[in-house]
């Protein structure tokens, strides 16, 4: 295969990117699908955005647990609860009312608190139930439910340990209800139904062939580990009173959506033409691979899910701005390169290979500073920085990669020397 002809394979390797991006990408279009696996493409956007709920908990603590662990505890407890809702990722923050600790809730896109309220739960929401509805046992009577394995056949299983109260609760209903389900309940929903096989009366059971169907030894011990997970996080560590409820509005309003979308447009056009007027063809392959860069961060966002706010937006801005400068060091290369006499083939190659180390150094540190914010950051501080970390590598992918296929195709075109001007 000749080199011509690889070039060609590479760009339109390019353009099947840009179509399957543009189709993906664009508002309302198809849920992506491979066999059984489906990721849904739909655009979570903050409730700076579009407004929502926010309800704000008090702890109730009087257990001896130290106020620190017990919020860490009802943090967990409460984000599993609402990452379950399929609605944008909430915002759970810590806080202090008087000298309580609290935690302020946020639910994008619910506008009614009540709505957001029955969809959080009440504070013990766990509990085992005989087949015919009777609460048997709650949650806060668990005191550990964790992974083993059975020392026969090795299969994972779930260990259950019961309080005092809860052991005597249990041995009573299992021993009315051998040869029946037990139903484990989370928030008015099964997740297990295990079959009583003996009374219980030591506060030790064991729930078995939760993975039986799995595909896999690995598969099924996830199953198991998820049971669990489930059983630990189903009741609060301590009491919390919801002191507050209330609808958030959109802190910005569809005009001033309307005007940021207008002004991002009319930028993003300054830029393509000034790289135009800057580097000629050159500048034109740059701009087709910024709208490609666009559509795959809008398909990206949309897939992974990461809810827009305006923070994610400035993210999403800067590392535009990352990805244009890219450019720019690799064509001020190559234009340095054609000053010293090399075809315009050398002189891309020279152009990619030396602004490579720039490159890469310059988007590692805003890597490792974008990393920070989301280690330390909460909110929308850590919707910032992973759509900035997600920008620079989209970008320097469009910027290296995608660029790099394209100029190297036209190379051997009659557009060759007009590529880049020296």
């Not at 083993?148 to 209800?177: C, H, K, R, Y």
Request: include cysteine.
């Amino acid at each position: 295969m000749s080199y011509r002809q690889k070039r060609l394979i590479n760009f339109l390797l390019v353009i099947i990117v840009f179509v399957a991006a543009a189709v993906y990408a664009r508002p309302g279009g198809p849920d992506f699908k491979l066999g059984k696996w489906q990721r849904e493409i739909r655009l979570h956007k903050g409730l700076d955005l579009v407004g929502g709920a926010q309800l704000v908990y008090q702890l109730q603590n009087s257990s001896g647990q130290s106020d620190a662990e017990a919020l860490d505890q009802v943090v967990e407890v409460m984000r599993l609860r609402v990452d379950a809702l399929g609605v944008s990722e909430p915002v759970i923050a810590k806080a202090i009312i008087g000298t309580s600790p609290a935690i302020i809730i946020e639910l994008p896109g619910i506008a009614d608190p009540a709505t957001a309220r029955a969809t959080i739960g009440d504070t013990a929401q766990l509990t085992f139930q005989t087949i015919d509805g009777v609460v048997a046992v709650s949650g806060k009577d668990v005191k550990q439910a964790s992974v083993s394995f059975d020392q026969t056949t090795q299969a994972p299983q779930v260990q259950l340990q019961f309080n005092p109260e809860g052991t005597a609760a249990f041995a009573q209903a299992t021993a009315a209800n051998i040869g029946q389900p037990i139903l484990i309940v989370l928030d008015n929903r099964i997740i297990s139904a295990p079959t009583v096989q003996t009374a219980i009366t030591d506060g030790n059971a064991v729930i078995t062939g939760i993975g039986d169907g799995a595909p896999s030894r690995t598969a099924a011990i996830t199953e198991v580990t998820k049971l669990a997970r489930q059983i630990n996080s189903g009741a609060l560590p301590v009491p919390v009173k919801l002191v507050q409820e209330r609808s958030v509005g959109a802190t910005l309003g569809q005009s001033t959506v309307r005007n940021s979308i207008f002004a991002g447009a009319i930028g993003f056009g300054v830029i393509m033409a000034l790289m135009i007027i800057l580097y000629g063809w050159a500048g034109v392959v740059t701009s087709f691979t910024l709208v490609i860069y666009g559509l795959l961060m809008v398909l990206l966002i949309q897939a992974i899910p990461i809810t827009v706010t305006l923070a994610g937006i400035a993210g999403l801005i800067l590392s535009l701005g990352v990805t244009v400068d890219a450019n720019v060091l690799i064509y001020e290369r190559v234009k340095e390169e054609l000053r010293h006499g090399i075809e315009m083939r050398q002189a891309l190659r020279h152009g990619f290979t030396k602004a490579w180390n720039s490159i890469r150094d310059a988007n590692l540190s805003s890597v490792i500073t974008a990393s920070i914010l989301f280690w330390f950051g909460t909110g929308p501080i850590r919707g910032f920085a992973v759509i900035l970390i997600l920008g620079v590598a989209v970008g320097i992918f469009c910027a290296v990669t995608l660029n790099r296929i394209i100029m190297e195709y036209l190379s051997v075109t009659k557009f060759a020397n007009k590529l880049v001007r020296p």
